[in-house]
Every structure is written in C-alpha cells, then in structure tokens.
C-alpha cells in the first residue's frame, strides 16, 4: 500500500518560513516524480515544487521560484519543501504527491494546511 504522510504545517506570520515534509512508502516506481501541489479555497489546485529520483531535477512554479526549496533524502524516502518570504498567498492545503509523469498524479497525500497571516 502506497502511503504518503505530510507534516509541517500550520500557522505563521507574513515573511516567515515553515518546512513540509512527505514520508514516502509503498510504491515501486523505478523513476519517478515527487512533490507539492496545493489548493486554496475557491482556487484550482496548482502545482508548486516536483524532484525527479533520477537524477534530482526540480521544478518549481513561477511563484514560487526563489523563496521555496524542495529537496529529497532518498535513504528515507522523504521529500522536503523548504519555504520562505511567506506571504498570505500561500495559504492553502499542500499536498504531497508521487508518480511516474511531470507533475506526478499516482498517488496522493491527505495534505497538510499551511496558514500565513498578514
């Protein structure tokens, strides 16, 4: 069974930071592509941050670039995201997800809330 566990959200401040983490676990994929997606409310969901296994390339969304890092620990099957200069845009629920394609739609996380306050 493919389980993957956010934590790492909550509530902070206007220009501060908070890091996401996803523990992976279950799934097989030789290569694959893992990382965040989130949703606010009455918004689609966008994709924020993705890492290949292969050979570590990210991806980042536009408005995103330069204030969040995503980075992985293989050897704990772990995707981290890393975010800073938070503003109140970046409320949403962040969602963790891993798959074969760019951006990955195999498997979903429950998501974690992530709350910045003006």
């Known amino acids: 069974e493919v389980q993957l566990v956010e934590s790492g959200g909550g509530l902070v401040q206007a220009g501060g930071s908070l890091r996401l983490s996803c523990a992976a676990s279950g799934f097989t994929f030789d290569d694959y592509c893992i990382g965040w997606f989130r949703q606010a409310p009455g918004k689609e969901r966008e994709g924020v941050s993705f890492i290949r296994s292969s050979d570590g390339r990210t991806y980042y969304a536009d408005s995103v670039k330069g204030r969040f890092t995503i980075s992985s620990d293989n050897g704990k099957n772990t995707v981290y995201l890393q975010m800073k200069s938070l503003n109140p845009e970046d409320t949403a629920v962040y969602y963790c997800?891993?798959?074969?394609?760019?951006?990955?739609?195999?498997?979903w996380g429950q998501g974690t809330q992530v709350t910045v306050s003006s």
């Open positions: 997800a891993v798959g074969r394609l760019i951006p990955p739609d195999d498997y």
